[in-house]
C-alpha cells in the first residue's frame, strides 16, 4: 500500500512524493525521476512491482508540476520560480535524502538508493551535490535534447517549438502553457527558458555549465544502465549517446532495445512504465540493481 507524504525540499518547499514498500525491510532504496511534464503518478504501477521486488521506491514531484503545484497557481504558472537546476539541486537532491534518513530510521546498515531516472530524471544525476549514498542508476529513455540530434520526427518540429512556440507563449503567458498546447504540458517560466537553451546548444547542458559541471558529471563514478528504444520518438540514437557521454568515469552499460525484440508493437518515449511490459522489459532492471 503506498503513502502519500510531503518531503521538504533544501529550501523548505514541499514537494509531494509517494513511497511504495517496506521501509525496514527493504533490501535497498529507490527514487524515480520524473522526466519533463510527467507527473509522479504515471510511476504507480512500476514503482509498486518494483516495492513487491523487495525495494522502497520513492516518486515524487518536482516544484510546480503533478501534485508539487501549488493550489495558488493551478490555473497559471505565471510567476512561479523554478528552473531545471532546481529540480535536479534542491527537488531530487531532497528526495535522495529523504528516503536515505528514511531507510537509516527503519533498520540498521546503510542501504543504498537506487536512481531510476526517465528522460529529465536520468540528465540531472551529475547536478546532484551529494551523491555519498546514491547506489546504481537506470535511465530511461534518457539522451540529450539538442534538437539537430533529436528524432526525425521530432526534429520536423523541434525548430518551431525553440524558436517561434515557446518564446511567444512564454513572453505573453509568463511561463509554458504546454497544457492547452497539447505540449509537454505547463512549465514554469525558468524551466522552459533553460530547457530551451539548453537544446540549442550542441553540446545541451554543457554549453551553459561548462567546464564547472563537466568536473561534476566526470565525478560519477556509479555503474549506469541505459535503456532506450529504437522507436522512440523523441531520442535518436545519438541523442542517447551523447548524454551518457557526460558520465565519463562510469561504467556505463547500454541497451538499445527494439518492439520486435520483445515481441511488441511499440514501446516509445514513455511505454516502458506501462503495466504491459511487467514480463519484458521490467525485469531487466532488478538484476542490475542487485549486482
Same mark, same amino acid.
Given at each position: 500500500?503506498?503513502? +502519500?507524504?510531503?518531503?521538504?525540499?533544501?529550501?523548505?518547499?514541499?514537494?509531494?512524493?509517494?513511497?511504495?514498500?517496506?521501509?525496514?525491510?527493504?533490501?535497498?532504496?529507490?527514487?524515480?525521476?520524473?522526466?519533463?511534464?510527467?507527473?509522479?503518478?504515471?510511476?504507480?504501477?512500476?514503482?509498486?512491482?518494483?516495492?513487491?521486488?523487495?525495494?522502497?521506491?520513492?516518486?515524487?514531484?518536482?516544484?510546480?508540476?503533478?501534485?508539487?503545484?501549488?493550489?495558488?497557481?493551478?490555473?497559471?504558472?505565471?510567476?512561479?520560480?523554478?528552473?531545471?537546476?532546481?529540480?535536479?539541486?534542491?527537488?531530487?537532491?531532497?528526495?535522495?535524502?529523504?528516503? *536515505?534518513?528514511?531507510?537509516?530510521?527503519?533498520?540498521?546498515?546503510?542501504?543504498?538508493?537506487?536512481?531510476?531516472?526517465?528522460? !529529465?530524471?536520468?540528465?540531472?544525476?551529475?547536478?546532484?551535490?551529494?551523491?555519498?549514498?546514491?547506489?546504481?542508476?537506470?535511465?530511461?529513455?534518457?539522451?540529450?535534447?539538442?534538437?539537430?540530434?533529436?528524432?526525425?520526427?521530432?526534429?520536423?518540429?523541434?525548430?518551431?517549438?525553440?524558436?517561434?512556440?515557446?518564446?511567444?507563449?512564454?513572453?505573453?503567458?509568463?511561463?509554458?502553457?504546454?497544457?492547452?498546447?497539447?505540449?509537454?504540458? +505547463? !512549465?514554469?517560466?525558468?524551466?522552459?527558458?533553460?530547457?530551451?537553451?539548453?537544446?540549442?546548444?550542441?553540446?545541451? !547542458?554543457?554549453? @551553459?555549465?561548462?567546464?564547472?559541471?563537466?568536473?561534476?558529471?566526470?565525478?560519477?563514478? %556509479?555503474?549506469?544502465?541505459?535503456?532506450?528504444?529504437?522507436?522512440? @520518438?523523441?531520442?535518436? *540514437?545519438? %541523442?542517447?549517446?551523447?548524454?551518457?557521454?557526460?558520465?565519463?568515469?562510469?561504467?556505463?552499460?547500454?541497451?538499445?532495445?527494439?518492439?520486435? +525484440?520483445?515481441?511488441?508493437? *511499440?514501446?516509445?518515449?514513455?511505454?516502458?512504465?506501462?503495466?504491459?511490459?511487467?514480463?519484458?522489459?521490467?525485469?531487466?532492471?532488478?538484476?542490475?540493481?542487485?549486482?
Amino acid at each position: 500500500m503506498p503513502f +502519500d507524504r510531503i518531503v521538504p525540499s533544501s529550501d523548505g518547499f514541499p514537494l509531494s512524493a509517494r513511497l511504495h514498500g517496506a521501509l525496514a525491510t527493504a533490501r535497498a532504496g529507490v527514487v524515480i525521476s520524473p522526466a519533463m511534464g510527467v507527473p509522479q503518478s504515471y510511476y504507480d504501477e512500476f514503482a509498486a512491482w518494483l516495492s513487491a521486488q523487495g525495494f522502497a521506491v520513492l516518486s515524487f514531484d518536482y516544484r510546480g508540476m503533478g501534485r508539487s503545484r501549488p493550489d495558488a497557481y493551478r490555473d497559471s504558472l505565471r510567476g512561479f520560480e523554478a528552473d531545471v537546476v532546481t529540480w535536479a539541486e534542491r527537488d531530487a537532491a531532497s528526495a535522495l535524502d529523504y528516503l *536515505a534518513e528514511s531507510l537509516d530510521e527503519h533498520g540498521e546498515g546503510a542501504r543504498p538508493v537506487h536512481w531510476i531516472g526517465h528522460s !529529465l530524471g536520468g540528465q540531472i544525476v551529475g547536478l546532484l551535490p551529494d551523491r555519498s549514498r546514491l547506489g546504481r542508476v537506470v535511465t530511461v529513455g534518457c539522451g540529450s535534447g539538442y534538437w539537430r540530434e533529436n528524432s526525425p520526427q521530432l526534429k520536423r518540429i523541434a525548430w518551431a517549438l525553440w524558436y517561434f512556440i515557446a518564446p511567444v507563449t512564454m513572453a505573453v503567458a509568463g511561463y509554458f502553457p504546454g497544457r492547452r498546447l497539447r505540449k509537454v504540458g +505547463d !512549465l514554469p517560466l525558468g524551466v522552459m527558458a533553460q530547457w530551451r537553451r539548453w537544446c540549442l546548444s550542441p553540446d545541451y !547542458l554543457m554549453g @551553459e555549465g561548462g567546464a564547472a559541471w563537466q568536473r561534476r558529471y566526470e565525478a560519477v563514478g %556509479n555503474p549506469i544502465l541505459s535503456l532506450s528504444f529504437t522507436d522512440d @520518438e523523441f531520442m535518436s *540514437a545519438r %541523442n542517447v549517446e551523447s548524454l551518457h557521454g557526460f558520465y565519463t568515469t562510469a561504467p556505463r552499460e547500454m541497451r538499445r532495445i527494439s518492439p520486435q +525484440d520483445i515481441g511488441a508493437r *511499440a514501446i516509445g518515449h514513455f511505454g516502458f512504465f506501462r503495466a504491459r511490459f511487467q514480463q519484458t522489459l521490467w525485469p531487466q532492471v532488478v538484476p542490475f540493481l542487485q549486482a
